[in-house]
T-cell receptor, first 116, second 109 residues
Framework: EAQVTQNPRYLITVTGKKLTVTCSQN?????MSWYRQDPGLGLRQIYY???????DKGDVPEGYKVSRKEKRNFPLILESPSPNQTSLYFC???????????????FGSGTRLTVV | GQNIDQPTEMTATEGAIVQINCTYQ??????LFWYQQHAGEAPTFLSY??LDGLEEKGRFSSFLSRSKGYSYLLLKELQMKDSASYLC??????????WGAGTKLIIKP
């Protein structure tokens, strides 16, 4: 089954304790992206990657890191989490070639992160 | 700046028709997407418009007018399971998706 797999689904952590949210896709998609979703603000892009070893900042990159060492994996790293990073996080992937990208993004199931 | 506007919340009756509007101002345009998102779940793809006109897919249709920076999603024969948020997103000149905040649709029996 074609899918984007995110783990964990739920995470409660303390301020300053490093954490990683994993994301993996099995569709051979070039493009992957991380979003956070907060009430009333919609989806805001954190980082994105057009292909292996190519990553770029989105709209709200502060406090986050990513890596793209393999095509299928795109982990999100919070080196020193703070309470304002409490949010619902989504990983998404798609084909990067615009004329092929008619289906939009495929999203992971989401990670609800609480930082206390 | 780039902006996507949609109503925050709408209410409709089971079996009826509802139209959710989306207006946009973006740096370039390379397509408009509609997604459905149930509470706490991931968004799922509904439709894609890149040319002006109406795209129909079962009970759902999406319309686009590029000259007006306007789209709508039309839902017919509403069912209780259609209660969800509907997200409008525009792909800009850099092929990045700009998202609206979403419209929460409440269906009443």
């Amino acid at each position: 089954e074609a899918q984007v797999t995110q783990n964990p689904r739920y995470l409660i952590t303390v301020t300053g304790k490093k954490l990683t949210v994993t994301c993996s896709q099995n569709m051979n998609h070039e493009y992957m992206s991380w979003y956070r979703q907060d009430p009333g603000l919609g989806l805001r892009q954190i980082y994105y990657s057009m292909n292996v070893e190519v990553t770029d900042k989105g709209d709200v990159p502060e406090g986050y890191k990513v890596s793209r060492k393999e095509k299928r994996n795109f982990p999100l790293i919070l080196e020193s989490p703070s309470p304002n990073q409490t949010s619902l996080y989504f990983c998404a992937s798609s084909l990067s070639t615009p004329d092929r990208d008619l289906g939009g993004y495929t999203f992971g199931s989401g990670t609800r992160l609480t930082v206390v | 700046g780039q902006n996507i506007d949609q109503p925050t919340e709408m209410t409709a009756t089971e079996g009826a028709i509802v139209q959710i509007n989306c207006t946009y101002q973006t740096s370039g345009f390379n397509g408009l997407f509609w997604y459905q998102q149930h509470a706490g779940e991931a968004p799922t793809f509904l439709s894609y418009n890149v040319l002006d006109g109406l795209e129909e897919k079962g009970r759902f249709s999406s319309f686009l007018s590029r000259s007006k920076g306007y789209s709508y999603l039309l839902l017919k024969e509403l069912q209780m399971k259609d209660s969800a948020s509907y997200l409008c997103a525009v792909r800009d000149s850099n092929y990045q998706l700009i998202w609206g905040a979403g419209t929460k649709l409440i269906i009443k029996p």
